[in-house]
């Protein structure tokens, strides 16, 4: 028979729990930034529209800080070769993201050949061991988690 501190407890138990693991769950869709961008750009252009007085065009401001903090940039700028790097990493981490929501298998195979030197009847005594192995592994992506990793490195690529 229950107490009446036990079936208090058991249904505020059971709520509390409820609480808990629906904070463990996400219902929010990852998307990627929505940015409105012109097709035309409509501007006046600086210097009568020589393109060769727009090289520097921050000299014309006479200020140091400017010009230090421009060259600074250009240095440490990342190149084409760098950027294109980054994005192949993306897409490499967006593949192993993307390879954990389905199972795993892994296989090993081994074979050994050992003899002896021959004994008083010069019988020489030859063994061969082999072995293998397979592992099936899964991991269930029960709150999600996979799912939005795979999502995330999804929204990466595209950045």
């Known amino acids: 028979m229950k107490t009446a501190l036990e079936k208090k407890l ?3 138990v059971s709520v509390a729990l409820s609480l808990l693991l629906s904070g463990c769950a996400t219902f929010a869709e990852l998307r990627p930034a929505d940015l409105r961008i012109a097709n035309v750009w409509h501007a006046t252009v600086p210097h009568g ?3 060769s007085s727009l ?3 921050w000299s014309t401001f006479n200020d140091p800080s400017l010009t230090s903090l ?3 940039a250009e240095e440490e700028n990342p190149s084409l070769a760098s950027a294109a790097a980054d994005i192949e990493k993306a897409r490499a981490t ?3 993201a993307r390879a954990s929501l389905f199972p795993g298998l892994d296989g090993s195979a081994s074979v050994t050949r050992s003899g002896t030197d021959g004994d008083a009847y010069n ?3 030859a ?3 082999s072995s293998g192995g397979l592992d099936a592994s899964w991991e269930i992506d029960l709150f999600g988690k996979t799912r939005q990793k795979s999502e995330a490195a999804q929204l990466r690529v595209h950045e």
């Open 127 to 129: 063994s061969t061991t």
């Open 10 to 12: 058991l249904p505020c």
């Open 49 to 51: 529209g020589k393109t």
């Open 123 to 125: 019988r020489i005594a």
């Open 94 to 96: 967006l593949a192993s």
């Open 70 to 72: 421009i060259g600074y």
């Open 55 to 57: 090289v520097s065009w």
